[in-house]
């Protein structure tokens, strides 16, 4: 998943995905709390792994994982398009009005603005993209 967009979360906790994400999300998808403050939107296919790699953990690992499966949340868009994104999630993620919507390869990620700007300009600086491009063999 690529791209990205910004959208408002109305009062109701309700945020509109795109079109782009919802086709490739599908007609059901999981949201969870993400790496870094964010929330990770997955399609069901991609959570299904994502669940049997958790189980396949010995316990004492597994353990690890309890967080982010208590407070996931299965979510259907409305006819307009928009999930309604569970009130602890917001808190975590701290979405409040502005949402970045950032396609993230196999998840879609939903930021806080703020939390989310640093992180872009990390990642577009010249020489932290030469150093990430050469780690992965580019």
């Known amino acids: 998943m690529i791209g990205q967009y910004q959208h408002n979360i109305d009062a109701k906790?309700?945020?509109?995905?795109?079109?782009?994400?919802?086709?490739?999300?599908?007609?059901?998808?999981?949201?969870?709390?993400?790496?870094?403050?964010?929330?990770?939107?997955?399609?069901?296919?991609?959570?299904?792994?994502?669940?049997?790699?958790a189980d396949a953990l010995p316990l004492t690992q597994s353990r690890r994982m309890r967080a982010l499966f208590a407070k996931a949340a299965k979510c259907e868009p409305d006819s307009q398009g928009r999930i309604l994104i569970p009130a602890n999630l917001r808190e975590?993620?701290?979405?409040?009005?502005?949402?970045?919507?950032?396609?993230?390869?196999?998840c879609v990620e939903l930021w806080n603005p703020e939390r989310w700007a640093p992180i872009e300009a990390e990642g577009l600086d010249p020489e932290n993209l030469a150093a990430a491009m050469e780690e992965l063999g580019f």
């Open 13 to 53: 906790g309700r945020l509109f995905i795109p079109a782009k994400f919802r086709e490739e999300l599908g007609e059901a998808f999981y949201v969870a709390i993400g790496l870094d403050g964010c929330l990770s939107v997955y399609a069901d296919s991609k959570w299904a792994e994502l669940r049997a790699k």
């Open 92 to 106: 975590y993620a701290g979405l409040e009005k502005e949402v970045v919507i950032n396609g993230a390869s196999r």
